[in-house]
């Protein structure tokens, strides 16, 4: 799908090109015009509707393929963001070619789900005290 927002954005880019050389050429004519004809009133040297339609075709197609050639947006809690990964791993996270994106980093909480738990005292003092009873036998 990437190359449809590709061509789309080199076509509107090739459009915009050809309504600024136009703007340009139309401009060039008009000061020439002026120049060589001394009898010619002096009216407007505005630019022809099509160069103004040229320009804003070729702005909203530049546009659009942008937008197209976009990734999804990740959601703005990093909870939401997080739990996405756990549900959906890599396979959530891969961009319009197919790839992974490249600062997919994997689970969030893989640290503190690999970490050591918190000591409970009780159960080790409990623990303790019953191999002692069972070496005093």
């Given at each position: 799908?990437?190359?449809?927002?590709?061509?789309?954005?080199?076509?509107?880019?090739?459009?915009?090109?050809?309504?600024?050389?136009?703007?340009?050429?139309?401009?060039?004519?008009?000061?020439?015009?002026?120049?060589?004809?001394?009898?010619?009133?002096?009216?407007?040297?505005?630019?022809p509707?099509?160069?103004?339609?040229?320009?804003?075709?070729?702005?909203?197609?530049?546009?659009?393929?942008?937008?197209?050639?976009?990734p999804?947006?990740?959601?703005?809690?990093?909870?939401?963001?997080?739990?996405?990964?756990?549900?959906?791993?890599?396979?959530?996270?891969?961009?319009?070619?197919?790839?992974?994106?490249?600062?997919?980093?994997?689970?969030?909480?893989?640290?503190?789900?690999?970490?050591?738990?918190f000591?409970?005292?009780?159960?080790?003092?409990?623990?303790?005290?019953?191999?002692?009873?069972?070496?005093?036998k």
């Amino acid at each position: 799908m990437a190359w449809v927002s590709r061509s789309i954005t080199v076509a509107g880019l090739i459009l915009l090109a050809h309504a600024c050389y136009s703007a340009q050429e139309h401009a060039v004519t008009a000061s020439l015009t002026k120049q060589h004809s001394p009898l010619h009133q002096q009216s407007e040297n505005s630019l022809p509707t099509d160069i103004y339609l040229e320009t804003l075709v070729a702005t909203f197609v530049v546009s659009l393929g942008l937008v197209l050639g976009t990734p999804k947006l990740r959601p703005i809690r990093w909870n939401t963001w997080a739990g996405k990964i756990e549900r959906e791993g890599e396979a959530g996270f891969l961009d319009s070619s197919g790839e992974v994106e490249k600062d997919f980093r994997g689970n969030p909480f893989a640290s503190l789900e690999s970490r050591r738990g918190f000591l409970d005292i009780r159960k080790q003092r409990r623990e303790f005290t019953e191999w002692a009873k069972g070496n005093e036998k």
